[in-house]
């Protein structure tokens, strides 16, 4: 098992380029192999979640090429794929889980689909239910991991309403709407993250949005194109909070995306008083992108407006590392589904904070977290193998005058690969042992 040994560092400077979106890189592989033609990618996330998707399409029979961020998928067509000859391992990924459970769902072949301890905890009862109201047949672990799906059933359009806000399920559903009879419809209770409908539109598939509704015919084609993914804002996240709450920092993040459906935390720490600015804002193939300055800060607590809550999903625990660092309290409500993420992302985090003295307040659907001083903590922080909280407390020790060690930080390697090297690159002082 792998440990982080984060020593104190103060200054944080230069230009920094994170990888490729996660989001929209798994969903790069899945929608390049159902369409016609060769889709080029660039800028793609070497990241072991987005490379267990391009290993499962590869799997079911798809020619997919890769030099570094460069991927090239010869797309065999809307029904073209193949029965996988054994389960698709999809490690930690929770994305490649249940969209793929979408498109497996409509094909004329069973398949089973595995993951790791933490994946095979994760409920999948929100993407089977829907699934099955349109005719498909899957078996599970009582919600979990492992699914078996049983091929060859004629999928039917719905409409749905999002029991949660989840862009996992959103995208699950639209993705078996292609092949169901009908039309299928998914209605979300708060906006969540878009790709999907966008990268369908990018792929000359029409999808109708209209508020809060998508909706889509089955029975189309998509059509390759060229797909440029711009740097995550989740990865960019923890730079961002790194320059706030550093003793000196002036950075700024190149190229990051910044669709309105993912900006929250860019709207949560301006709410804090960070001292953060959008500039060269651009449109590259439907996403939009910009660069980010943002300089040392003096937080201050705030009530995180629920609304911002799916927009900012996978930020908070850097959130929470920038509201231990703030002037009086945050208190977070109405995200229950940081719960159910890699970790259970409110008790975990909230027990690092204990070990760095932070005073903070679990609640059923959040946190309370009283902005302090950190402690010199007296046992190694559990990351649970959650790679997010495994970086958040890496940041830490911006503010921090011994070192942090963070235990099981393997899984950094499904989203960011390079964190290290350019966490140590603008100033922090990371050690991987
Ligand atoms: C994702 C959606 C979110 C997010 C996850 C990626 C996606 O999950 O947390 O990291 O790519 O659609 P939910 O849909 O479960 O909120």
Not at 93 to 106: D, E, F, P, V, W
Request: aromatic share 4%; proline share 5%; net charge negative.
């Amino acid at each position: 098992m792998s440990k982080f040994i984060a020593k104190p560092a103060h200054l944080l400077l230069g230009n920094i380029k994170v990888p490729g979106d996660k989001s929209i890189s798994h969903r790069s592989i899945m929608l390049g192999s159902l369409a016609t033609g060769i889709t080029k990618v660039t800028g793609f996330l070497e990241g072991e979640d987005a490379l267990s998707t391009l290993k499962a399409f590869q799997d079911m029979g798809v020619k997919i090429e890769r030099k570094g961020d460069k991927v090239t998928i010869y797309g065999v067509g809307i029904n073209g794929l193949r029965k996988p000859e054994k389960p698709l391992d999809l490690g930690n990924s929770g994305t490649s889980i249940r969209l793929m459970s979408g498109i497996l769902a409509a094909q004329n072949f069973d398949c089973k689909m595995v993951g790791d301890e933490s994946l095979s905890k994760r409920p999948m009862g929100r993407v089977i239910n829907p699934l099955t109201e349109m005719g498909a047949v899957i078996e599970s672990n009582n919600g979990k991991p492992p699914l078996k799906i049983t091929g060859g059933q004629q999928l039917k359009g719905i409409h749905y309403d999002l029991p949660v806000a989840s862009a996992q399920v959103k995208s699950c559903v639209l993705l078996a709407g292609l092949y169901a009879q009908g039309d299928t419809c998914v209605t979300e209770p708060a906006p969540t993250r878009d790709h999907t409908e966008r990268m369908l539109k990018g792929l000359g598939y029409k999808v109708n949005v209209n508020n809060n509704q998508m909706c889509l015919t089955g029975g189309g084609d998509l059509t390759a194109t060229e797909i440029q993914v711009p740097s995550d804002i989740s990865s960019s996240a923890f730079f961002m909070v790194a320059a706030a709450i550093a003793p000196k920092a002036d950075i700024t993040l190149m190229g990051v995306n910044v669709n309105p459906t993912r900006t929250g935390v860019i709207d949560i720490l301006k709410l804090m008083g960070a001292n953060l600015t959008l500039s060269n804002e651009r449109e590259i193939g439907g996403e939009l992108l910009a660069d980010i300055r943002i300089q040392s800060s003096e937080l201050k607590g705030i009530h995180i407006p629920e609304a911002l809550v799916p927009l900012a999903i996978d930020e908070f625990p850097a959130v929470f590392i920038a509201a231990s660092c703030a002037k009086g309290e945050t208190v977070l409500t109405g995200a229950k589904e940081l719960r159910v993420k890699e970790s259970d992302r409110i008790q975990v985090m909230a027990d690092g904070l204990s070990v760095l003295g932070i005073e903070n307040e679990v609640l059923e659907d959040g946190i309370k977290i009283q902005g302090g001083t950190f402690q010199k903590p007296t046992q190694v922080i559990e990351s649970h193998h959650d790679h997010r909280i495994s970086m958040s407390f890496a940041v830490a020790s911006l503010r921090c005058d011994y070192p942090v060690e963070i235990n099981g930080v393997d899984n950094v390697m499904t989203s960011f690969p390079n964190f290290v090297e350019l966490a140590n690159t603008a100033g922090m002082n990371i050690q991987e042992v």
